[in-house]
């Protein structure tokens, strides 16, 4: 049978691929993962565990396992963003606030006095001032160009967020009778716009620029950009993110929530629907079931049954994993 490859070849290449045999309907098809480096796979690997460990409140373990990541690879924002809520959770603010202004100088979050009480901090007009004062520090220091792209690439994220109409309230990107063809189109949920090119060339111009948007260049808002990935044609989109992986410059379960949605359907497990009658939350069809959790490990991911609630499993996936820890 003929085998189809998913991936450019030459990039195949040069990461040094994993091929993984999947049948899906009874169709047999050879897919190729990128191979991430040893030491960022140990580093998420810790990651991901000590973010489960977050969501119980386990902040000294996770703390703990926040730190035996940075032994693997340099720290990500992500565990940047562990260690601040840790640290609040232990009631030590004072090292919590050292990570704040790290984050701004390093991953581009910004507006920390406004959004300090998300973090658990009440309002406190000493530490507003301390954090509102640092973040106009950094901004002040960081380079025109730079602050340009990254003014272009917040644009972009308001305008092309598809929840909600405000991409058209930034004329400046689009003239105005584009703005009024693109209103219309999407009043009539006509999904034709996103493959125009006055919507795809400015996303395209920056990452011509900058590669793949992170929280190190332009990107302040990773759920956007996840959005903007999955809803818009950009071109060698499958390059970009694979090289981003094996970079470290994104997470894995958001390279795997884009894969799932662009690629391969539920291929690592993300995709979950509501059932309107029951009300119950549940995977999507997972192919090769079997092997998933295998796939997961593969990029840095924990297994499925230590990530999510038994409820949501598939039989199938019961019947592999009897004995939940």
């Known amino acids: 049978m003929k085998n189809i490859l998913y991936r450019n070849s030459v990039f195949i290449i040069l990461l040094s691929t994993t091929f993984i045999l999947i049948t899906s309907y009874g169709q047999t098809k050879e897919v190729i993962i990128p191979k991430i480096p040893t030491e960022l796979k140990a580093y998420y690997e810790n990651l991901c565990i000590a973010e489960l460990e977050l969501k119980n409140n386990n902040f000294s373990k996770a703390l703990e396992l926040g730190i035996n990541a940075e032994k693997h690879w340099k720290p990500t ?3 940047v963003e562990l260690k601040i809520h840790c640290y609040i959770g232990m009631h030590r603010i004072e090292k919590a606030k050292e990570f704040m202004v790290y984050e701004m100088e390093k991953f581009n979050v910004h507006d920390y006095y406004f959004i300090s009480p998300y973090y658990g901090i009440k309002k406190d007009n000493e530490i507003t001032k301390y954090l509102h004062d640092k ?5 002040n220091k960081i380079p025109k160009e730079k602050m340009d792209l990254k ?3 917040d644009q972009i994220d ?3 967020s598809l929840l909600s109409n405000s991409y058209f309230l930034f004329p400046e990107l689009l003239d105005s009778n584009t703005i009024i063809k693109l209103k219309n189109k999407y009043k009539n949920h006509d999904n034709s716009f996103i493959e125009d090119d006055c919507i795809i060339k400015p996303i395209e111009d920056i990452i011509k620029k900058v590669g793949f948007p992170d929280r190190t260049n332009i990107c302040s808002n990773t759920t ?12 060698n989109k499958d390059i970009l993110l ?24 539920n291929f690592y497990g993300t995709k979950m629907t509501k059932n309107e009658t029951s009300g119950r939350i549940c995977f999507d069809f997972i192919p090769d079931v079997k092997n998933v959790d295998k796939r997961r490990k593969s990029i840095g991911l924990p297994p499925l049954f230590l990530s999510y609630s038994e409820s949501e499993f598939s039989t199938e996936y019961k019947q592999l994993q009897p004995n939940k820890k």
């Open 77 to 79: 924002y992500e565990l």
């Open 135 to 139: 973040e106009m520090e950094i901004q």
């Open 151 to 153: 003014a272009q690439w």
């Open 158 to 160: 308001y305008c092309f």
């Open 224 to 235: 956007k950009r996840d959005l903007i990935f999955i809803r818009f044609p950009i071109k």
């Open 242 to 265: 694979d090289s981003a992986l094996v970079q470290g410059k994104i997470h894995p379960y958001y390279y795997a929530y884009i894969y799932d949605r662009c690629f391969i359907t």
